[in-house]
């Protein structure tokens, strides 16, 4: 949510006092108190929640807090790790587990990303130079770490593994991309940013650009989405974990195409990328199915998918090359045709639909279309929901 859509949120209780002002029956002290910007729930977990505040809140007490742990988990290499509530004062046992854990120096759960932009807004807030600094270090990082063909992997030093992969999953990539974007721009909170390490976020992004564009995937010589991940040597579509197979993706494409989509002016090559990529997550469609995820009533997590007609359209979060079949691969590493083939633990732990197209077929891609003066792709395929979407009832509790 944004801080406009926040503040359109707070506007009608606002408009009701003011009524009651007019009337007499309130005093302005009480407008004032209303409008005042409303901290953090205390003991609410790192998220970005806390980059969604208004830029005077930034320089509190409890964001210099929030801040100043911050810099006590940034790396010597000046990464951060994932999966790690910064909201939580660190000890020392707390950032030992941190690298012991494998969690550290990351993109991945919006690892480093994420801590970099609060201490921008903080550095703009405070203009304290130790969060400007730490910020800095934050960038040389991302420099560090882009591969020269514009990507950039999971975790950074390189390790062995899938975590080498240029990486698209979970935003990984998108997410550095808009914030070097950003700072490139000189765009708010970043203004402080030197002008050596804006001219070279701005040539991070043009590779990282370059690189999306060289790995979107073709079929029958038609432009079509992107795999979760690609081998950072060949660009080939690649494994991940067991449950992540190389793939055609229905949720790290969106977030590509919108940051595409975000790119002035685009150049014939990004409109096509987009207008394959539109039309590809067109064409697979699911329509009339129902995802659900969640414990169930036998007191045990599951995924299932079952008819309803009212229903918006879904996506798989992955589709087999080639034949654009939704498949799913539980931890043995088999590639299966329905949800319910897949083990409950599977099933019940990972999305394997998303939604995420439906607002950017629906909205975006036709403003941005009608923008560009470029003719909305059509949908290329019927409503009938593509092979092996086939809908399996959810458990009956024992």
């Not at 770490?145 to 080498?164: D, K, T």
């Not at 203004?191 to 079929?219: E, S, Y």
């Not at 494994?239 to 002035?264: K, T």
């Not at 470029?374 to 290329?380: E, R």
Request: aromatic share 10%; glycine share 8%; with cysteine.
């Amino acid at each position: 949510m944004t801080d406009h859509e926040l503040q359109f949120k707070a506007s009608a209780p606002h408009r009701a006092l003011f009524l009651l002002l007019l009337m007499g029956l309130l005093v302005p002290a009480i407008i004032l108190d209303a409008q005042e910007t409303a901290a953090p729930a205390k003991n609410r977990r790192w998220g970005d929640f806390y980059l969604r505040q208004k830029p005077e809140w930034y320089a509190t007490a409890e964001a210099r807090r929030i801040a100043d742990n911050l810099l006590q988990h940034q790396s010597p290499v000046g990464g951060w790790p994932k999966s790690v509530d910064f909201t939580a004062a660190p000890t020392p046992q707390s950032l030992a587990d941190a690298v012991s854990g494998g969690r550290a120096n990351s993109l991945d759960n919006d690892a480093t990303t994420e801590p970099m932009q609060f201490l921008a807004r903080t550095a703009q807030s405070t203009g304290e130079d130790k969060y400007r600094q730490s910020f800095a270090r934050g960038l040389d990082y991302l420099f560090a770490a882009q591969y020269p063909n514009g990507g950039w992997p999971q975790f950074f030093p390189l390790r062995e593994g899938y975590y080498s992969h240029i990486t698209y999953n979970d935003g990984a990539m998108i997410h550095a991309l808009t914030l070097l974007r950003d700072v490139a721009a000189g765009q708010p909170p970043y203004g402080f940013v030197d002008a050596d390490r804006r001219a070279k976020a701005a040539a991070a992004v043009t590779k990282g650009i370059d690189c999306i564009l060289r790995t979107q995937i073709k079929q029958d010589g038609k432009l079509t989405a992107w795999c979760a991940q690609h081998d950072e040597k060949t660009l080939a579509p690649a494994w991940a974990r067991n449950y992540e197979i190389p793939s055609l993706s229905g949720a790290e494409s969106v977030g590509i195409v919108r940051f595409l989509m975000e790119i002035e002016p685009p150049t014939p090559e990004i409109i096509a990328a987009v207008e394959g990529a539109v039309a590809w997550l067109k064409s697979v469609a699911i329509t009339g199915l129902r995802y659900e995820r969640g414990m169930q009533a036998d007191g045990q997590r599951d995924g299932f998918v079952k008819p309803d007609p009212t229903t918006g359209p879904l996506w798989a979060r992955f589709y087999e090359l080639g034949s654009n079949r939704p498949i799913f691969t539980g931890r043995d590493k088999i590639v299966r045709y329905s949800l319910s083939e897949i083990e409950r633990e599977r099933r019940g732990g990972y999305a394997f639909y998303t939604d995420a197209a439906e607002s950017l077929l629906a909205r975006d891609y036709p403003l941005w279309a009608a923008k560009h003066k470029i003719v909305p792709v059509q949908k290329t395929a019927t409503d009938a929901a593509p092979a092996g979407a086939s809908p399996i009832q959810p458990p009956k509790a024992k």
